[in-house]
């Protein structure tokens, strides 16, 4: 890649980063929602613990993991299901004839994503924290900060993965879409330790890099986390880091592979499907 | 002769919008797929509460609690797809298709349109309710002792809990019609507000005093308690809010409050078309 090619692509992924950093604050219903709707399941299922007379450690890994959907939620919707939105407003055409890589629209769209979703986290966090009055024991600020980003990290890269099948499907990648959430959310412990799902079904849930992402960040966080661990912080941080990897590898390869077939067949600018 | 050419002609709308919902909502994919996406979220739901149940109380959990979750989660399924699924077929005609201003123009009754379309997440619902059942039977330790005499009292409490949320969805719908494409956020934060409040997953004595009385004026609540004290065979359930209470008077809270609402979605419903028609806005696309 030339310079001037390295420049454009970044020009590009600047662009449309901008697009979803600045785009929230164009529409403050959106954040009401998305910071509101997250606090709902949070709070049903910290009163399922509160009912059961539970540690406040408990309620805090719900807290937790109930702030971490924004970042499935964004995943799925705001980055696998945006090449949707894109070709049904027609806007992925515009991007095929820029002079990038449609490559630069997706990590465009991750870091753009990952900026907003960052702070989502954080204040769902704050408020749920605030509501049920949880206590943290932080063993280690910068591992957690570093797991957190982390964890973004690889989800997004999987989001940038997911993304590149809307390029040929439509409606059914969509409903297919809709499967990848409750399961998701029972698979990776978004309301319980994964551990208690027992190894095998946890080593499985582990592709899912939300699901280690928790675990450690429970861990370094409560009390009780350790207690409740799967695997150990460090191994899980290293699993992490594979994962990003690989899932940016496959979704570099995917995009390009799907985008030929796409426009092979005819797909790229098929709407109502 | 008149009257019935009459219900026969609304009957006829609602079955034809029920049809249409039905082939929107299966005519995507093979049927063994469909069969497999709509049963494997509902079961997915059921087994979080079961971790964690198991995760918070190990083997020792009480009986009671799995029973009045259960129950709770299968109704809900009902609630979430009838009050969502409504709502969304504005954004699906507006939006996704563009032909809402062809149905407009077209000689239906835009409210019974609205009330079939409800009808097909009702049956996406009923698929997942039976398979919900059918995993609590095989996972959970529960203890149902609904009597042959209960029976009539549940189909019927059943039926006018349903038609309220039916209502509910009407309403979400004519509020949808004059908001923009993430309006559909708004009915998933109803749903998700009904799931607190109305005690799906947890008893209502454990929210904090202030939301337990406005939990206990909402329909839903009502329907919860009913079907959980029907289907188990009590007189009381393991939720303190409604003790002190009778079945039949909350039956006849359910009946009145459905009654209400009727009225009012029909009221809001036509103020809201008329609204959105003078707005200029009912086929309006926001690309949001």
Not at chain 2, 62 to 87: C, Q, R
Not at chain 2, 136 to 145: A, D, H, S, T, Y
Not at chain 2, 208 to 233: F, H, T
Request: hydrophobic share 55%; proline share 4%; net charge positive.
């Amino acid at each position: 890649m030339s310079m001037n090619e390295l420049i454009k692509n970044l020009r590009g992924i600047w662009a449309r980063a901008y697009v979803r950093i600045v785009g929230v604050n164009r529409e403050p219903s959106w954040l009401i929602f998305e910071l509101f709707f997250p606090l709902l399941p949070i709070c049903s299922f910290a009163f399922v613990y509160k009912s059961m007379n539970a540690p406040s450690d408990y309620l805090g890994f719900v807290i937790l993991g109930g702030a971490m959907t924004a970042i499935w939620m964004n995943v799925l919707w705001g980055m696998a299901a945006q090449f949707f939105w894109e070709r049904e407003s027609g806007n992925l055409t515009l991007y095929m004839l820029c002079p990038m890589s449609t490559m630069a629209v997706l990590v465009g769209m991750a870091l753009g994503s990952g900026f907003s979703t960052f702070f989502r986290v954080i204040i769902t966090f704050m408020i749920g924290k605030l509501i049920f009055g949880i206590t943290l024991h932080v063993a280690s600020y910068f591992w957690l900060f570093a797991t957190f980003i982390l964890t973004i990290a690889a989800v997004f890269s999987l989001g940038m993965m997911m993304a590149s099948f809307f390029l040929l499907y439509g409606r059914d990648a969509w409903n297919i879409l809709t499967v990848f959430m409750e399961p998701v959310f029972f698979l990776s412990g978004f309301y319980f330790p994964v551990k208690t799902l027992g190894y095998p079904l946890g080593a499985i849930a582990s592709l899912i890099p939300i699901t280690l992402g928790l675990d450690a960040m429970r861990q370094l966080a409560f009390r009780l986390g350790p207690e409740t661990a799967f695997l150990p912080v460090k191994a899980e941080i290293l699993i992490l880091l594979a994962l990003s990897a690989i899932y940016l590898a496959g979704a570099r390869y995917l995009l390009k592979k799907l985008e030929y077939i796409g426009r092979r067949e005819g797909r790229l600018t098929l709407r109502w499907q | 002769m008149a009257v019935k050419d009459f219900y026969g002609r609304l009957s006829g709308i609602v079955k034809s919008s029920a049809w249409l919902g039905w082939q929107l909502e299966s005519n995507w994919a093979d049927p063994w797929i469909f069969a497999v996406i709509t049963i494997i979220r509902p079961l997915a739901s059921l087994f979080i509460i079961i971790f964690m149940f198991r995760f918070a109380l190990g083997p020792a959990a009480s009986p009671d609690f799995f029973n009045f979750f259960f129950i709770g989660n299968v109704i809900y399924l009902y609630v979430y797809n009838v009050l969502f699924g409504i709502s969304q077929v504005i954004f699906e005609d507006r939006e996704h298709y563009e032909v809402i201003k062809y149905i407009y123009i077209s000689p239906v009754n835009w409210y019974l349109y609205f009330i079939g379309r409800g009808f097909a997440r009702f049956i996406v619902a009923s698929v997942s309710c039976a398979v919900t059942i059918a995993a609590g039977m095989l996972f959970l330790p529960l203890k149902f002792n609904m009597t042959a005499a209960a029976f009539p009292a549940f189909m019927l409490s059943f039926a006018v809990g349903l038609v309220s949320i039916f209502f509910m969805g009407i309403i979400m719908c004519a509020l949808t019609l004059v908001m923009a494409r993430h309006g559909n956020m708004m009915s998933e934060s109803i749903s998700g507000i009904f799931f607190i409040s109305c005690g799906v997953i947890f008893p209502i004595s454990a929210l904090p005093e202030w939301l337990q009385k406005i939990s206990a004026v909402i329909p839903v609540s009502y329907w919860l308690e009913i079907s959980r004290r029907l289907i188990l065979g009590t007189d009381n359930t393991i939720d303190g809010v409604w003790h002190g209470i009778s079945t039949g008077s909350l039956m006849a809270r359910l009946g009145v409050s459905t009654v209400i609402l009727f009225i009012f979605s029909i009221l809001f419903f036509n103020y809201m078309s008329m609204l959105a028609r003078s707005k200029g806005i009912i086929d309006r696309t926001t690309s949001y």
